[in-house]
Structures are given as C-alpha cells and as structure tokens.
C-alpha cells in the first residue's frame, strides 16, 4: 500500500463516460437523479485512490469540484453510486496530465466554468492584474509579481529619471517548479542587458513533449519578445524588451492564480504605500515643469506656441506621439502618455502598444476566456485616470 499509484485520470474518465455515451466530450444532459448517481461514483472513485494522489493537483482540483458540484445540483452524498443504464462500449477520452485543458475538460460540467486571467506590468510601471484593476506603482528594488507552488516571477524595478520616484523594469525572474514528469525545475530569467531564448541551463524546453518551451520573436515595430508556453499550466508569457526596459504579460488559470494568498502583485495589485494617488489640485496653484531631458529638452530648438506653458505643450507632444500608436485612448493610451511625460523617453511610448498587443497575442483557448474590460473606478487606492491630463497630473507628483 505504500507505493500506491494515483488513479484519479481513471476516475476522471469513468466520470466523463458516464454522461457522454459517444465517448467525446459533449456533455449529455442527465436528469438529476441519474446525474447525482455518476457525481457520487465519481466521489467515491476519488476515495479510493486518495492514498495515493497527495500533493497530486489533478486529484485535488477534482475534489474541489465534486463539492461544488455536490452543492449546486442539490445532490445528497448518501445513495446510490451505479444506475441501471447499460455501460458505454466505446472507450473513455485519454486524459493528458501534462496539458492543463485537457484535464479540466475531463470533469465535464466544470470545464464549462473555467476562465483565464491576464496580468501584465509594463512602462512606469503599470500593473494591470488579474482581476482587471489598473494601478500606476512606484515599487522599487524586487518585488513578487507571482508566487504559488507551481509558478513563481519576480521582478526588479529601477529609478527611471534621477529625482523622481517613478521606475521601470530591469530584470525579470520566471522560475517554473517540478511538476510530475512535465517538467522539472526550470528558471528563466531576462535582463535589459540580456533577453535569452532558453532557460539558465541552456534548454529550451523541459519535460515531455511540448509540456514547456520557449520561442523568440519580434513583437513588431523592432521589438524583441520571448514566449514561454507552460501547456501543464495552460499558461503563457511574453516578456518584451522595450528600449532600456523589460515587459512582462501572463495568461493563466484562474484557478491556479488565485490558489496562494500573500504578496503577489498579479493578484492583489501594489501595496497601498507603492500607489501613486491622483490628488485635485487648485487650478489656481502654480504647477512647476516636470525636470525631463532629450526629447522634451535643449534639443528641441522650437518655441513653444503661444499662451501654452511648457508642461502643457509636453502634453500636446506626447499625445500626439501616442495617437501614432494607440488610437482608442484608453488606459493603455494614458499609460504611453504618463510614461512620455515622466520620462522624456520616445521609447517608453512603445511600452503600452506593447502590453496592449500582449493582451491580444495570447494565444485563444478552448475554454472560457475573461473579456479584458476597462474600469473607470479602481479599489484599494489605485489611481483613477479620467482624463490625459491626469496623466500630466500624475507626472508632477512624481518630481
């Protein structure tokens, strides 16, 4: 009994044969009874095999889901486990444990409930989270962005401009921990100095078949971007190198994101005292001129138009540097024209266009996708941006 094998994909199978009689995956509708029956066989096929399936994520998902399922048809734990109904001939799905969608479609129902979530850090930096909140953070020094036990990035943020507290990424750490024979151990890691196209030890790829790989390719206008494909996750990321500065963007389950508590900026945003607060200033106040370089400086030779005051003329010019790019102006159009006015870097405007095309670059599922939405109103402190010219509000607070 001590070397007992995990049999929770035979369960999963027997589960799915039991109200698909063709053998596929499209549920067939039971009546309740029947229904409850095959979620009470399922159960007691997890019993079972519970000895051998500890720290097995396949078997505690499907336990998890048997209690709500349980729960939601209004079936009782006591009574029958087996129906009169004649067994199916055809053969049970091959349940792949190393591709994370096909063991979630195995539970059948469940699989219809499944949903993906997107967090993506970019710029100044802008942190757009799982749960589709937007903040604008100062966070230096390294922070956690991810951290559960089967996935762990952390980041490294510096001082953009001298003076000021806004910073940028510089570093990016993606560790992918062992996961049965998927995968072992792997680290990935990228700087604006180095964006490598494999894992520390050389590989680029771990495991079995196409349970982990990496690939490179151009993020268009110049761009250089890495992908790293976790299937046994259902997971993907892009890490992009824009100008001095890194981009990192993740599609994951929500259900594996949201499985750990504790710092992680993807799930619970920034740290109040890291969120920089838009404040109503008096339109009266005198606003000084943000301290910028380069592109807004001694090289620009130009007089600025008359009755506009330079902070005002710097935000025509970075407006108009990003309608070139992003042409719905949204918060990824707020964010290029905050990092513009921040910075004075022309490069930094490649950042939003670059986390806006990760969000539409990763790659579809067959399950439930999140709609990405924008918010107008933010919780626990993140900024609210109504308009470009909080954008400009924001710069000056940073100086």
């Not at 604006?192 to 196209?197: A, F, G, N, Y």
């Not at 799930?267 to 943000?290: F, M, T, W």
Request: charged share 20%; with cysteine; hydrophobic share 35%.
């Amino acid at each position: 009994m001590c070397c007992q094998k995990c049999r929770i994909q035979r369960c999963n199978a027997e589960y799915v044969a039991s109200f698909s009689p063709s053998g596929g995956l499209q549920e067939e509708v039971l009546p309740d009874g029947d229904y409850c029956i095959a979620l009470r066989a399922y159960s007691l096929c997890t019993r079972r095999t519970a000895h051998g399936c500890r720290g097995d994520l396949v078997y505690h998902s499907a336990v998890f889901r048997i209690k709500e399922l349980f729960a939601q048809h209004n079936c009782s734990s006591d009574g029958p486990t087996s129906s009169a109904k004649a067994p199916s001939t055809s053969k049970p799905p091959v349940v792949d444990v190393c591709n994370y969608e096909s063991r979630v479609l195995a539970l059948g129902p469940a699989a219809q409930q499944k949903k993906y979530g997107h967090c993506g850090l970019f710029g100044d930096p802008h942190l757009r989270t799982f749960r589709d909140e937007f903040q604008t953070c100062r966070v230096e020094g390294a922070w956690p962005l991810i951290h559960n036990r089967y996935l762990s990035v952390q980041v490294t943020n510096v001082p953009v401009v001298e003076g000021s507290s806004a910073t940028a990424t510089n570093k990016i750490t993606v560790i992918f921990k062992s996961y049965h024979d998927c995968t072992e151990q792997k680290v990935y890691q990228a700087t604006t100095e180095d964006l490598p196209s494999a894992f520390q030890d050389g590989t680029r790829s771990g495991g079995k078949g196409e349970s982990l790989w990496i690939v490179e390719g151009s993020g268009g206008l110049g761009i250089r971007q890495v992908k790293i494909h976790a299937r046994y996750l259902g997971t993907s990321i892009i890490v992009r190198q824009v100008g001095r500065y890194l981009t990192f963007a993740i599609r994951m389950p929500e259900d594996l994101a949201e499985e750990n508590g504790g710092l992680q900026l993807c799930l619970h945003g920034c740290p109040r005292s890291e969120v920089i607060k838009a404040h109503v200033l008096n339109r009266q106040q005198s606003l000084r001129p943000p301290r910028l370089g380069g592109w807004y400086g001694e090289d620009d030779g130009g007089e600025l138009q008359p009755g506009l005051s330079p902070h005002v003329d710097m935000l025509e010019r970075a407006t108009t540097k990003c309608r070139e790019m992003l042409q719905v102006e949204d918060v990824y159009f707020q964010s290029c024209v905050f990092d513009l006015l921040t910075t004075g870097d022309p490069e930094f405007s490649m950042a939003a266009y670059g986390a806006l095309e990760d969000l539409k670059a990763l790659p579809p599922s067959t399950l439930k996708q999140s709609s990405p939405r924008t918010p107008h109103t933010y919780s626990r402190g993140t900024i609210v941006i109504p308009s470009v010219f909080t954008a400009l509000v924001l710069m000056l607070l940073l100086n």
